[in-house]
């Protein structure tokens, strides 16, 4: 059937104001999800939205998610994001259990390209998800994986020139590219100017996202993001998670910070035993309909 013909059902979704319009895809495939997320995160002529999340189906995992933002191109994870598929398919009956596996995006490996698989915990009020606490994994610091042109055996407080400025950035990757750098004051940073200067500069081969965090003390932290392919958004789930981790590793914090986003808070906590880093916050619906593509 030509897609211009086609009538889908979808569901508007945020965790902390970070808004994707959700698409059911376990039974069948959408084509072009590149240029339908183009199309429907317009917020003046489409849906609106940071992208599109698709839900479909694994052979590794309960479900897979991918992931495209407003401009089309594809992320290979989003912490807001997982959390709002994991309230979907329980919210909606496509699965029972409250610990569920969701295989995300590709990654960088010693062996290759290879799908990563977050675990998910709901929290359940009244037969609907209200929070979920997602296992993000261990952070990545080896430059080649992030990626970022550097030869060290990481980048952590090291002095990047953006611009006529220069800045002190800590990168990680948690399944997708972070350039993290501590600022006096969020509220005075010229994003749309500033943003896409660190997303296109030449250190980061796959362009990247970019926290800006001011410290508040070792327990909590505030956090402006500019996401790649999609500007500033009010929220960055595994930005608060590489802010935070970066917070710690620079000697900012202790091993759990509550990071203040435009959009509301999320829980970071990272465990020493495992190496990991869980992030806890929550998903919300905002309403369901359908449209022609």
Not at 41 to 46: F, L, P
Request: a negative charge; one cysteine or more; glycine letters at 10%.
């Amino acid at each position: 059937m030509p897609q211009t013909n086609r009538i889908i059902n979808f569901t508007k979704m945020h965790g902390c104001k970070n808004d994707y319009i959700y698409i059911d895809c376990t039974k069948e495939e959408l084509e072009n999800p590149a240029d339908l997320s183009v199309k429907l995160s317009d917020r003046h002529g489409g849906i609106g939205g940071d992208g599109i999340i698709l839900i479909c189906p694994s052979e590794a995992a309960d479900f897979r998610m991918r992931i495209f933002n407003a401009d089309g191109s594809e992320a290979e994870m989003c912490g807001n994001g997982i959390r709002c598929v994991g309230k979907y398919v329980y919210d909606f009956g496509l699965t029972d259990k409250t610990s569920l596996s969701i295989e995300t995006g590709t990654h960088l490996t010693d062996s290759g390209r290879t799908g990563e698989i977050k675990v998910l915990k709901l929290s359940v009020t009244n037969n609907k998800v209200s929070s979920v606490t997602v296992d993000m994994g261990a952070p990545v610091l080896t430059p080649r994986e992030i990626p970022v042109a550097s030869d060290e055996e990481s980048v952590i407080n090291k002095p990047l020139s953006i611009g006529n400025e220069d800045y002190r950035i800590t990168c990680i990757s948690m399944g997708n590219p972070h350039a993290v750098t501590f600022v006096a004051d969020t509220s005075t940073l010229p994003l749309p100017t500033l943003g896409p200067k660190f997303e296109y500069n030449p250190f980061f081969p796959n362009r990247t996202n970019t926290e800006f965090v001011q410290l508040v003390n070792r327990s909590e932290i505030i956090m402006r993001v500019w996401e790649r392919g999609s500007g500033e958004t009010l929220a960055c789930g595994t930005g608060a998670c590489a802010a935070a981790y970066a917070a710690m590793l620079n000697g900012f914090t202790d091993d759990e910070v509550t990071v203040h986003l435009s959009g509301g808070n999320l829980i970071i906590k990272y465990d020493k035993e495992t190496g990991h880093i869980f992030m806890t916050g929550p998903a919300e619906t905002v309403f369901s309909g359908s449209v022609a593509i």
